[in-house]
Each structure stands twice: as structure tokens, then as C-alpha cells.
């Protein structure tokens, strides 16, 4: 119990840095960017915009910073992000709270696929070590080395444009309008297979790997001779002795590399138009759209928080060492 | 290769076991790695890109941002990898970018194990509330997704250049290896060797920096390799997404360009093909080379990294939950 609340606790500081950090970017970076902005948009922004747009930047004069870094946690405790200017004038929480969703079922059931098929596939590879399978390692070394992007760019050349097999961009049909139907989650899984197989692929090979090694380790660790002497079935030495003690680091290392994958699933979201948060972080950096920019940060860091506090507590749940050192 | 047990190289936790075994063991390190055939594989990949992004400029056949009207044409004699939608040269593009990416990727690399040998160094050394602090900050950057922040700070820059990038993917790069080496250098810090060190009266520099750093020389080359490696993927994914300056060459911008040009609906599979396998076999090298590190200090991977054929021959069999055995050519090998 004390070592979840020291988990929490940490977590609600990293909670606090981020958002901190976020606040200070913008002050802290040369040049003025916001009244380039205004500049541009002059006339199409309200009063409201340009006064939240100063709070985000520190363009009040009059203000202290401190003011400012009040004003700006009231306006997050609000829900107040400012104003998108791409999607002008929809609120900026109003966008994220559009394509999260997408993301979140996106990049979270395939990253679950991709850790999952991994570590199975390494825990097979580490302990047939020594044999043909080992000739997969160099494989699995090459994709783990390949962007994300660019392999979702080759999964639309082939599947996508060569043969027309699936969908090449977008989240649903155009025809369709987002609800509950059969018809529209069908689609949306149609279109989903794409980027989510690119997403499994080059994911999976990095677990493969951290796996494979941890089973060539914990195998000839005495336990496992003595399991394998006592005439188990092989099955069960291999999972419920060996396995089951290799998996650990694979899942601290599952929440540590949780915001590496995190970022390269948003790119591929960029390549495929799929309308979650990645690509509207592109189209923000694409229009200079800068509080639409930071509140996706801030919502990509926060989710990455929550998941790697679900990861933290998993480990503990499993690991009965980590609750006694409390 | 030291497949018969060797008794210091059975224990995978020993990185050395003590100041004097450190010399022989240090000269067999440098050679170790060299006679690894991945690293050895990997070193010559690497070797050949370096190669290139020194004499690129001069290599080049055409310049590769010069507009001719021979648009969209799939690999031949007088261009190999074809040409863009405008006409340019696209092995020429490649060439004269890889300079980019290399220079970035090792700034990059060299700032971010700078800082992380300082932060991980003294923050396993100093121990108590420094050690504390340290490692807070380090395990926050540590779960603060890295590229969603280095594309809002590179997306608030006015024009970031390829040094501005280094420095930035270096600032949020750095966290991984600082934790790994306050963890060897928390282990390494109550050995006997430094206890020794210490209380010949050694000055604290000196324990630092002859005592405790030579024994991390692997870690830290490993964790120069792992950000040199994110560190390229960063800045070609940036490139890529159009968050950097587009008029420098680079593989991300090879790309930038073919996808905006909807190069994968035409077709022109010479335009984005070439420079991914470019990414992936600069970053294969690298992991390769990684990998022949990792081995010569974890042991029980050695043994099993020699390849099932080799095995084979030496008669050695890597039976279930054992390290392989060797008993000598008279035996039918391990039952």
C-alpha cells in the first residue's frame, strides 16, 4: 500500500512538472510567436481568444508571472485551453475531447496486441535458443531499427494503393456519421486495420527482443534446473517458472518505454489522416496553432501518466517483493 | 569466443570483479567487441554511412534541390533511384542528407551522455537527498513522452536548425542512461576496490574518475548508442512531419517531400523506399553494435549468441533451462 501511494504521489508531481514545464516553454523560447499570430488573425479573433492567448504566452505586461501561473491552473481546473485557430473558434478542449477517443482505442488496444504477441513470441525464442528460431533475431533487429511512419508509408503503398485491400486514410466513411451502428463501428475497425497493423509490427519487435533476453537469463537460474530435474512438464517449466519471473522487467520496461511508442503511434496517425490526436497535432503544427499544440501535450503526457501508473500497479500486484519494500 | 566455462565470465553480474582483474579485462574488452561478428557487422554498416556523410557533397552526381523538368522517373542509368516530382536527383538527396542526420544524431548523442554520466555519476556516488532529487528529475523526463515535447519546443522555435534539434532531442534524451548508471554506479560504490581507494586517501576526482568510470565504459557506450539511435529517429520523424526547416537535406525531408507530393498514390515507390532503408540499416548498425556490447558484459548471452550452426559443430546442444555445456569432441554432446 505505501509503495502505491509513493507511485501515486510521483506520479502527481511528474503530473505537476509536466504542466508546469508547459506553462514556462512558451516564456522561456526567443521570438514572439503569438502576435505574429494575432497579427494574422487580425480581426477574427474575439477579446476572449486574445486575452487566453496571453495568459498561455505571457504576453500580459502588466501581469507578474506568478499571476499568470495562477491564472493558467484555474483555466486548466476549467477546462479552458484556449482557442484552436485551426479549427477556429472551436475551444481547443472541445477538439481533443473529439479525437481522443480515436487514439485511445487506436494506439491502446494495438500497443496491448503488440506487447502481448512480443513477449509471447520471446519467451518461445529465449527458450529455444541455439536453434533455427534464432535466425528470426536479426529480423526482429531490423524492424525494432524502423520508424514507425515509414513503415505505415510502405503498409499504404502495398495494401493501401498496389492492392486495394484496405483504407488508406481517415477514421469512418465519409458517408457514415459517427454513432453506435453496426454499420459505423464496422467501418471504423475496417479503417482502423491499417495503422494498427503498423502499429503491432514495428512494436513487436522490441519486445521480442528485451523477452528473449530475460528468458535466456532467468532459464539457467537454479529454480528452473530444479523444476526441469523434478520431471515437470516442459510447458509448465517454460511458463510457469521461467516465464513467469522474465515477464517482470518486460512489464517495468512496458511503463517506462510506454511514451517512446506513444509518440511514434501519433506519427502514424499523421501518415494515415486517422482524425485522432496525432494527426490533429499535425495539423496544429502545420497552422501554428499553438494552444491546440500544448493541450496535446498535456493530454498525451497525462494519458501516458495514467497508463504508466496502471502498468506500476500491475507490477506490484505481480511482483509480491515490490509491496514488502513498501 | 569463451563457450568452455570461464569462471569470471559465468557470473553475468560481475561487470569486473575487482581493480586489478581491470586492466587484462579492459584490453579484452576493446578486442571483444571487434571480434563479435554482429558488432563486427554492425561497425561496417556504420562505417560506410559515416564515410558518406563526409565526402557526400563531393560524391553527389547531381544537386540534389535543382529543379529539372525530368519529373517522376523510376530508377535508371543516369539517375539510380529515380527523381522527385520536380525533377531532383533522389540518390543525390540521400547522399548529401546523410551528413545531416549523422551530425545530429551524434551531437545529439554526445550532450545527452554528457549529462546523463554527470546526473547518473554523481546521483549514484552522492547518495541521500541529492540522490533523491537527481533521480526525481530524471524519472519524470523519463515518462514524459520525448517527442510530443520536443515537437511543441521545435514547433515554438522560429527556425530550428539541425544544432537547435540536437540540443533539444539531447535535453529530453538523456534520462535512460542516467538511471542506468546510478544504478551500476550504486553497486560499484561500496566494492572493495573503492573502499580501498578511499581510504588510501584518494581524492574524490580521482575515485570518480579511475576508481568508478572505467568500470562503466560499457554502460555508457551502450547508452551512447541507445540515444544516438532515438536521437536519429527523432530528427528524421521531425523532418518528416514538417516540423524543422525544410531547405536542409535530410531522410526526413525525403520523405516530408514524397508524402506531400502524394508519392505513395503515383506510385513512385523510389521516392520513400530508399531513404526508410537508409533509417533502418543505420539504425540496425547501431543496435548490432549494442548488441555486441550487451554480451560481452552479460555472459549467459554470449554463449547462446553464437549461432545454432556453430553450436552444432562444436557439439554443443543449448538444452531447455541449462547454459550450454561443452564436453569436448569425444561425447555425443548434453543428453
Known amino acids: 500500500m505505501k509503495f502505491l501511494l509513493r507511485r501515486v504521489g510521483f506520479y502527481l508531481f511528474t503530473a505537476w512538472a509536466a504542466i508546469t514545464l508547459n506553462f514556462f516553454i512558451p516564456r522561456m523560447l526567443p521570438g514572439d510567436p503569438v502576435q505574429s499570430l494575432i497579427n494574422k488573425y487580425q480581426g477574427r479573433l474575439s477579446t476572449d481568444a486574445i486575452n487566453s492567448l496571453r495568459v498561455l504566452f505571457g504576453l500580459n505586461t502588466h501581469t507578474t508571472l506568478w499571476q499568470d501561473y495562477l491564472t493558467y491552473w484555474s483555466n486548466l481546473f476549467h477546462g479552458d485551453f484556449g482557442i484552436s485557430f485551426t479549427y477556429f473558434p472551436t475551444p481547443v478542449a472541445d477538439v481533443i475531447a473529439q479525437s481522443l477517443p480515436w487514439t485511445l482505442m487506436l494506439v491502446g488496444i494495438s500497443t496491448i496486441i503488440g506487447f502481448v504477441l512480443g513477449t509471447l513470441a520471446g519467451v518461445g525464442l529465449g527458450w529455444r535458443r541455439g536453434t533455427w528460431m534464432d535466425g528470426l533475431l536479426p529480423v526482429a533487429n531490423f524492424f525494432s531499427a524502423i520508424p514507425y511512419f515509414w513503415l505505415g508509408l510502405i503498409a499504404i503503398a502495398i495494401f493501401g494503393v498496389a492492392i486495394p485491400l484496405f483504407p488508406a486514410s481517415g477514421g469512418y466513411d465519409a458517408g457514415l456519421i459517427p454513432s453506435f451502428s453496426g454499420d459505423f463501428i464496422g467501418s471504423a475497425i475496417y479503417h482502423a486495420a491499417l495503422p494498427a497493423l503498423t502499429i503491432v509490427v514495428s512494436s513487436v519487435a522490441g519486445w521480442i527482443l528485451s523477452m528473449r533476453n530475460m528468458m535466456v537469463t532467468v532459464s539457467s537460474e537454479d529454480y528452473v534446473t530444479v523444476a526441469q530435474a523434478k520431471g515437470l512438464p516442459e510447458r509448465r517449466v517454460m ?70 501508473m496502471a502498468a506500476d500497479f500491475v507490477y506490484a500486484f505481480l511482483d509480491p517483493r515490490t509491496r514488502q519494500e513498501g | 569466443m569463451s563457450i568452455q566455462a570461464d569462471p569470471v565470465a559465468v557470473d553475468p553480474t560481475v561487470v569486473v570483479s575487482s581493480g586489478v582483474q581491470l586492466n587484462k579485462r579492459g584490453r579484452r574488452a576493446r578486442l571483444g567487441i571487434f571480434r563479435n561478428t554482429k558488432a563486427l557487422v554492425g561497425v561496417v554498416i556504420l562505417a560506410f554511412f559515416l564515410l558518406i556523410a563526409i565526402i557526400g557533397p563531393w560524391i553527389a552526381p547531381y544537386d540534389p534541390s535543382k529543379v529539372t523538368p525530368e519529373a517522376l522517373l523510376p530508377p535508371s542509368g543516369a539517375h539510380w533511384l529515380g527523381t522527385t516530382g520536380t525533377g531532383q536527383d533522389i540518390l543525390s538527396q540521400l547522399i548529401v542528407g546523410t551528413q545531416g542526420v549523422m551530425v545530429v544524431g551524434l551531437i545529439a548523442g554526445i550532450l545527452a551522455t554528457v549529462i546523463s554520466v554527470i546526473v547518473g555519476v554523481i546521483s549514484g556516488f552522492l547518495g541521500g537527498t541529492g540522490d533523491e532529487v537527481l533521480s526525481l528529475i530524471s524519472n519524470i523526463f523519463l515518462v514524459i513522452p520525448a517527442l510530443p515535447l520536443i515537437i511543441i519546443i521545435a514547433g515554438l522555435l522560429p527556425a530550428a536548425g539541425g544544432m537547435t534539434i540536437a540540443l533539444v532531442i539531447a535535453l529530453t534524451g538523456w534520462a535512460w542512461g542516467a538511471r542506468v548508471l546510478r544504478a551500476q554506479t550504486l553497486s560499484l560504490r561500496k566494492r572493495d576496490f573503492v573502499e580501498a581507494a578511499r581510504a588510501n586517501g584518494e581524492p574524490l576526482w580521482r575515485i570518480v574518475f579511475f576508481e568508478i568510470m572505467p568500470n562503466l565504459t560499457a554502460i555508457i557506450a551502450s547508452g551512447f548508442i541507445g540515444t544516438v539511435i532515438f536521437a536519429i529517429l527523432s530528427e528524421v520523424t521531425l523532418a518528416f512531419i514538417g516540423v524543422t526547416s525544410i531547405s536542409t537535406w535530410n531522410w526526413g525531408t525525403v520523405l516530408f517531400w514524397a508524402q506531400s507530393s502524394q508519392a505513395l498514390v503515383q506510385g513512385a515507390w523510389w521516392w520513400f523506399v530508399p531513404a526508410g532503408l537508409c533509417i533502418a540499416a543505420v539504425g540496425t548498425s547501431l543496435t548490432l553494435i549494442n548488441f555486441g556490447i550487451d554480451e560481452f558484459v552479460n555472459p549467459r548471452l554470449r554463449n547462446t549468441a553464437a549461432s545454432a550452426g556453430i553450436l552444432r559443430k562444436k557439439k554443443i546442444r543449448a538444452r531447455i533451462g541449462f547454459t550450454p555445456i561443452y564436453r569436448g569432441e569425444e561425447k555425443e554432446g548434453v543428453a
Do not use: C, H, W
Request: without cysteine.
Open chain 1, 239 to 308: 511458463f510457469g517458472y521461467a516465464a513467469r519471473n522474465a515477464v517482470l522487467p518486460s512489464i517495468s520496461g512496458f511503463a517506462l518505454s510506454l511514451g517512446f511508442i506513444v509518440g511514434g503511434t501519433l506519427v502514424t496517425e499523421m501518415v494515415f489522416s486517422y482524425p485522432g490526436i496525432g494527426y490533429v497535432l499535425f495539423q496544429a503544427i502545420g497552422s501554428k496553432d499553438y494552444p491546440l499544440m500544448q493541450g496535446v501535450f498535456l493530454i498525451i503526457t497525462l494519458s501516458v501518466l495514467v497508463a504508466n
